[in-house]
């Protein structure tokens, strides 16, 4: 085990291992992830029995390894990226997860598997890897371009809808608890983005004033990423989705670019931990703490029905991409590539079948990681030799009929709105941030536990001190606004 081993050779093996492998089968034309995943693997229960998925070491450096990932996603989309490309990535975001989830779901149901069970199976679908697809982006140099952009706008708008279906998945039974997170997830994203990108403002003004250098300031924003990450999970939510809009706020200020670069190589390393981590949970029964291997027929059926949904995915994929995608500007040409970066499953797969699991029968609740693993099996060796013909995928689908005219992208912030209009815009956002940070500091107050650390204020007095700091400056603008429309109208 890798707890009677010194954590730095522990950390020196799983590094060699990983990168050993990771040429291999990058050398068979398959995507070096698979090979972190396969070291995990080998070193794992299932093998060697060197590393355990609930070790200190592993959850930790897996958990920093999504978190930095995210992170620098969010560094990587600005603001105004995220504007232009908003409403293509949402609209072909939800098509694209009703297709997949809806094959997924009817084939289950078909095969005889409960409702839940064949929910579960649907959500996989369209649980895309946002690790493997920005790590073969960024590999390959094309994380700037507009159609992998949306690709990995769709991939996060899906993981954050993701995370919502599978409090509804496992919550059936508690009428409300899925749209309250929805609300909770939503009012939080705006509070974080508004509170850190103000906040980094001063910072970074005052860290340079005194002669601080970049590196200070990428210390800090890491350091502000990981208190936002901690957050988010305290409320109840994906620390993945506080790590996200933390790094989202701070591409926004002049700093940004500097912190993304400086981050660079905090990201190849963890993501190398996050990947091995995960190939160790392949085959173990977190509840019974021990390794639960299939039976060969079980082993081959479920190949076959995941071989099936592997193919029917990717038709869904390219249907939803290329028949719609003229709806909200993506040209036939670009759809085959947002259509086959879609196709990879993998770590929030094994969210879905873990946190299902326990909702299930217990025949059910042994065959779902089995699929789970499957799917990510099939999906990830089938990517990179699609991404490789992708003109064969385009003329595939360049036989689906012409449904809708490719329409033309528009800027979504408009240069020349009416005055009122843009006051009214101006109130409305104004007076929804500090809805939002409101919201936020009445559940961080409910939720966050004492620390027995001696303050001088009462919990509520120093609630109120917060929230008056940081939404002072909304409520400011939001009254210029108002002021400024009773006189326009005066």
């Not at 609300?183 to 004033?209: C, P």
């Not at 109840?236 to 200020?253: D, E, I, P, R």
Request: proline residues 4%; hydrophobic residues 60%; glycine residues 6%.
């Amino acid at each position: 085990m890798a707890a009677e081993v010194l954590p730095l050779t522990t950390v020196g093996i799983i590094i060699i291992s990983a990168i050993a492998l990771s040429v291999l089968v990058k050398k068979l034309g398959q995507n070096p992830v698979l090979g972190f995943i396969l070291a995990g693997f080998l070193l794992g229960p299932f093998s060697l029995g060197f590393l355990h998925p609930k070790d200190a070491l592993v959850i930790g450096f897996s958990e920093m390894g999504l978190f930095i990932l995210l992170f620098y996603l969010g560094l990587e989309l600005s603001i105004k990226d995220f504007l232009a490309a908003g409403s293509a990535a949402f609209g072909l975001a939800i098509i694209d997860m009703i297709g997949s989830a809806g094959i997924g779901f009817i084939i289950a149901q078909a095969l005889g598997f409960s409702l839940i069970f064949s929910l579960a199976v649907g959500f996989m679908l369209f649980s895309t890897s946002t690790a493997v697809v920005a790590k073969f982006a960024i590999d390959n140099n094309i994380l700037k371009l507009p159609k992998v952009q949306l690709a990995v706008s769709i991939l996060i708008l899906q993981d954050f809808l993701g995370i919502l279906l599978i409090v509804f998945l496992t919550s059936l039974s508690q009428a409300g608890s899925a749209p309250s997170l929805a609300f909770r997830a939503a009012v939080f994203a705006v509070a974080a983005f508004y509170v850190v990108y103000q906040l980094s403002q001063y910072i970074e003004e005052w860290l340079a004033k005194h002669g601080y250098s970049h590196t200070e300031i990428t210390l800090y924003a890491v350091g502000i990423g990981l208190v936002v990450a901690t957050l988010a999970s305290v409320l109840g939510l994906s620390t993945a989705l506080g790590a996200y809009f933390a790094g989202f706020a701070l591409a926004a200020t002049r700093a940004g670019d500097k912190i993304k670069k400086d981050i660079n190589f905090l990201r190849d390393f963890f993501l190398v931990f996050f990947f091995v981590a995960f190939g160790t949970t392949i085959f173990f029964d977190a509840h019974a703490n021990q390794l639960m291997l299939p039976s060969m027929e079980t082993l081959l059926f479920f190949s076959g029905i995941a071989l099936v949904l592997t193919i029917l995915g990717l038709i869904a994929h390219s249907i939803a991409c290329t028949v719609f995608g003229p709806l909200f500007g993506l040209s036939r040409e670009d759809s085959s590539t947002t259509a086959i970066l879609l196709l990879p499953l993998g770590e929030f797969v094994v969210i879905i079948a873990s946190a299902t699991a326990v909702v299930l029968g217990p025949k059910e609740a042994t065959l779902l990681p089995i699929i789970a693993f499957l799917l990510i099996l099939f999906t990830l060796i089938s990517f990179q030799p699609l991404y490789a013909r992708i003109a064969l995928h385009q003329k595939l689908v360049s036989m689906l009929p012409v449904l809708f005219k490719q329409k033309q992208q528009k800027s979504a912030i408009k240069p020349h709105t009416p005055y009122t209009i843009e006051q009214l815009k101006l109130l409305a956002l104004n007076a929804f941030v500090v809805l939002s940070i409101a919201w936020v500091a009445v559940l961080l107050f409910e939720e966050l536990p004492r620390f027995n650390v001696p303050i001088i204020y009462s919990r509520e007095l120093t609630t109120l001190i917060a929230f008056s700091l940081f939404a002072f400056y909304p409520v400011y603008k939001a009254v210029k606004a108002f002021k400024r429309i009773v006189a326009y109208y005066h």
